[in-house]
């Protein structure tokens, strides 16, 4: 085995200093979300910050550098080597992934809206079906309105060139997130007649005279629009009968006192009511070295320029449809430099592996955007957030007891940011692998968000294909319940990846 760098006497404490420092780190700071990076890992649901075997090491953790190639004085395997990281002189990979998160039922609310027909409220509300109308649009627009109703999409990809115990790459991630900003109920398109006129001439088919979806906190503030008793139980039956979300009563009740105060006809051309759409990615080239501390410890460290771009802009609901909101990220960015500093500790034992790794300890910081934009008839000027990577900790924990097969459970120590506003993520991943005659790997795993409760466990598969020279790995991972986007049922998480290497 190679040298190690420093004297028996430093060696025994720099382990506990390391995971010392790393978790002084992992304080109250926020860091940006967790990304999946190559089809291995997220086959193992993210868990490979104790068992990487590859270029990826990189991102989940560069003290695997470290023993990248080591063996004993004989030549032979060192005994503690449990996934035989010392048969690994050098490796190319590249690689790519791309997923996504619907929060809650925004993208069903929002294509819910452009489907209403608002030509035919214009006309007023006359028939039961413009009534029906008109309580699914007060429906949506109140769940539109939730800033826990957005979606959130990222992506990344790279490569990387690993020889002995260096290493360096590029690689380009990115997230952004479409949310609704700035109701506008005032500018509905409809007709300047009191509501509860309205409504007197219409009786819902089945009314059952019922009032089980607003409260009487609600009913109250319904009446002192100048709603009637027999009002309030048509609304609250077509509510029913729609089957919008009862969460969504306060804020539907609060909308239709507002329509019910409006006089005057209202434009729909002229109505403000805004998805913002802002994210963040950054480029990143990292050198990679790892040092064998002894043959059971290795640090290692990447040095990276970071080269990031915050986006922001502003749509109108109206002008666009869900797909559209992303698209838009790349006409409004402000760029600027930067460099991050990640330092990775791994641990082995026999058949015991532990990993522990910081990212961007270094907080870089990258510049937002000052943007101009018309949104119906104003000129606005808004200037989105600087975005700093905060540092962000993880650690692993692996059971491998043979060099083909590992289980791994992996928890994110940090809280972790994302670009939808008040949303953060700290996973745990549990996942598994077997490596079956090195020729066909399956993998699969289970990750949850700690910091969140919307999206419960998401589960994961990848599958392995050994070439000889080279290397095919794909994976995906998916949330069981599903949700309306665009016209189609999704689930409210999915990811895929797939990588070609070279491993030797």
Sequence with gaps: MQRPLFSPGLRRPLPALFCLLLLFA?????????????PRALGMAGANVASVNDVTAQYYNPAAFGFFGCRNAEGEKISCDNNNLGRKDWGFAVDAQAGYR???????????L??????????????????RNLVKLVGNLAGVDDPGNALTADANGGFGLRIGHFGIGGRAFIQGTGLVENLDTANLGLAGVPLSAQIAAITPTGLDGQ????????????TGAGLSATDIQKLDFLARDSQLDPQLAQGMAELLTDISNQTGITSLAQNETTVIAQGFGHLEIPLTYGIPLTDHWAIGANLKFMRGRVYGTQLLVYDNDSTDILKELDEN???????????GLMGRFKNFNVGLVGRNLNSPKFDGPTVTSTVGPVIRTRKFDDVTLEPQVTAGVALIPHETFVIEADIDLTKNETTLPGYDTQNLSFGLEWDAFRVLALRAGTYRNLAEDDIKWVYTAGLGVNLWAARIDVAAAYHDEEEKFDDENMPKEARVSAQISVDF
């Design 211 to 222: 009032v089980l979806f607003f409260s009487p906190s609600q009913q109250a503030l319904l």
């Design 102 to 112: 619907l929060h809650n039922q925004f993208g069903e609310y929002l294509d819910d």
């Design 26 to 38: 992992a304080g109250p700071a926020l860091a940006l979300d967790t990304f999946f990076v190559g």
């Design 333 to 343: 960015y402000e760029e600027s430099d930067n460099f991050g500093i990640d330092l």
């Design 114 to 131: 452009i489907n209403i027909d608002y030509q035919a409220l214009s006309a007023g509300v006359g028939t039961e079906a413009e009534l």
